[in-house]
């Protein structure tokens, strides 16, 4: 199995691109690094079936006969996210179609539409025909479907799946029309022949049409991945298969729904904050995999599998990219960024990319191998990382201990997006990022969940910006609070329902009862404005109007039309407690609150002594566990801990010494916990 045995190391590899005198330096460079696991023939449609039918699988057998022969397993990618120019040319209604109605033209990649027939079958086409030649080859691990789904497309192609996905959705017009509230500017529909993708038009767009076209391309690309996983399936039962998430907001993919439908959830990621938020973007990233991979594990076998594995299939070796400026990672960031993945429960760490290409349109793209070869840093931290990757191996298949669950949505996070909402400083990612940063800075552990997800073990229950709550959504948050745990609720959560309207009576509707209060107006703020808060700090970004009924001010605002007016409340609610967050915090006043919370909640850091912008992430397994400890600060670090450092194998008690950016990864002994 690909993740049996440790921890899998490498990145995409891309022999199509060099001749093979390169591939013999690449094998002995990766075995130097200890790579074990690479993914090949990711964009490599083009070397793979020059002309329609016609395949050249013989370089392909080569490279892999040489990767298996050196004990570098495979996960081989089908190459549908770059058709080769003869497909375009030959299918020109394949072509993807921009809202505004410009066709798009090969030149780049990702130029296909997911619901054109022609691409389907074309997609289908080559990956059973790798499926035929490889299902058998030893030394294929894992089967690594296309590249980063997220593309979207306004065809006729389109507009057809979109009304077949709605009518299967709504059953009929009335419905669809009171989902999508058309009465308001005359938008209601009479024939389905009416209904289209939401193309560019005059003004705002309805919220309902825009929720539920990124609803359908999900699904739309779903089936698309799932034609060729049941393919490759069928082929070779027992190798597993993936594909590779990208996180953005733009992207129309809600992963925690494609979880069941995976082999092992993966993520690409790649911060783009150069200063310690890339740190924070790192952590996030990984809990929500975390969230994804049990999610999926818990909907295909039926119960809580707390350690289901996942792979961070890309990150970057040496660079950040922020505001389309390279930034180099500074000696020793790469190895923290991977060690928090690990520690987070990731079976691996793979990099994009191996090896760094002399042209193409990512020519100065990070590699483990950079273009100035492997007399270089990146080349020496790539090698120290394959050797600590190996030193770590026994924590592979420990679960991640957390004690606060944060709820992560993608529907929220896309009807947020509508350019309707009060204010157009409102991002979804930012407030869960916010919160979950707060946590991380007050060092609890904590997982990022889908709605919906059993609660047991989690003390505190955050739900950031849930702006959209089914009533099972709120009986979920509700029926946590009255079983005795705790829930802290921010602004703009539970205020509409799944259609994305309005729920009546007061915000937050769906969930006013567990709250106690009752909001009455929005005050969203200027980028320059901020509120006082009467026990200390700012509020920032938006404020409310909020109505006592219930619960108590644990603060107010003070001054302006506010003043006086809770701006924080906690409320007892059966067993448990429910506070709510009428503002955006600072940052300080964020983790204050929230480690308020989180200790009243019963929950504790995970290591109490460790200094700020020390990170610390526990596993736990069969009678053991392994503390994870990061020094992110330009400074040398003590932290009270004790156990077997498996980075050095140095014995540590009664406290580590992190050298400034460096690392431990402590087993501990079973007394210390
Ligand atoms: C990923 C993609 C890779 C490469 C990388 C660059 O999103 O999967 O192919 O483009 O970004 O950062």
Redesign the pocket.
Known sequence: MWGDGGLRYGG?YNPEQWPAEVWREDVALMRRARVNLVTVG??AWSRLEPAPGRYTFDWLDRVLDLLHDNDIRVALATPT?SPPPWFSLAHPDSLPVTADGVRLHHGS?DTYCAAAPAYRAAARRVAAALADRYAHHPGVALWHVH??YGTTCHCAHTGRAFRRWLASRYGDLDTLNAAWATSFWSQHYTDWAQVDTPRATQYLANPGHLLDFRRFWSDTLLAAYVEQRDLLRAAAPAVPVTT?Y?LGDWVPVDHARWAAEVDVVAI?H?PDASDGGAEEQTALAADLARGWARHGARRRTGHAERAAPWLLM?S?PGQI?TAGRMHAKEPGRMARHSLSHVARGSRGVMF??WRAPAGGA?RF?SALVPHAGPDTRVFREAVALGAAMERLSEVAGAAVEAEVAIAWDAASGWALDHPGMPSPRLSYRDEVHAAHRALWRAGFGCDVVPPGDPLDGYRLLVLPALYLASDATAEWARRHVHRGGHLLVTWLSGVADEHARVRLGGHPGALRDVLGVRVEEFHPLAEDETLPLRAGGTGHLWAETVRLAGATAVTSYAGGVLDGLPAVTRHRFGAGTAWYLSTRPDDATYRRLLTDAARSAGAAPVCPGAPAGVEAVRRRGAGTSWLFLLNHTDRPQRVPAAGVDLLTGATIDPEVHLPAGGAAVLREAAADH
């Open positions: 995409d990711v964009f996210a990649r590249n980063e590779n990208v690409d790649y890309e970057a990219h994009f990319q990512e793209h």
